[in-house]
């Protein structure tokens, strides 16, 4: 039994830190089989990932909203109703800090990187259009007798 532990400590010392969300859901899901309610729990905490991650760039104002709504939902600490996140949490015996902790380091993730192909995009000079005397056609340099 000793061994048993050892083992499976050591073997979790070589897990990733990070779970794809469908591995995440996958692992839960084994977890939640048996039950209804918490079936119905899971559903509501993988669509609100869903939305939080989808529309996240969304512009048009239903998108917008649902996105927004997902992410107060995450980081909300109300307990007064039964699927609020905290609540659904503690029926999946999970910590909620887990999930909090990957949503908010994966938009910030995409935020720098949104924000680096903006930098990236305005440091990059525009094109010059051909004036007239430089509009002769382009060939490919086999064809104009280069290699």
Not at 15 to 36: M, N, R, Y
Not at 54 to 67: E, G, I, P, V
Request: net charge neutral; hydrophobic share 40%.
């Amino acid at each position: 039994m000793k061994e048993k532990l050892i083992a499976d400590a050591g073997a979790s010392l070589f897990q990733p830190d990070s779970l794809l969300p469908a591995q995440f859901f996958a692992a839960l899901e084994q977890k939640t089989h048996a039950c209804g309610e918490r079936r119905l729990m899971l559903a509501i905490l993988e669509d609100a990932v869903d939305c939080f991650q989808k529309y996240l760039w969304a512009t048009d104002n239903r998108s917008r909203h649902l996105q927004a709504e997902a992410e107060r939902w995450f980081l909300s600490d109300e307990d007064n109703w039964p699927f609020s996140f905290i609540n659904i949490y503690h029926a999946l015996d999970l910590h909620p800090g887990f999930l909090r902790r990957g949503l908010v380091e994966w938009k910030a993730r995409q935020l720098a990187r949104h924000q680096s192909k903006v930098r990236y995009t305005e440091a990059v000079p525009v094109l010059a259009r051909p004036t007239e005397r430089d509009s002769s056609p382009v060939t490919p340099l086999h064809a104009a007798g280069g290699t």
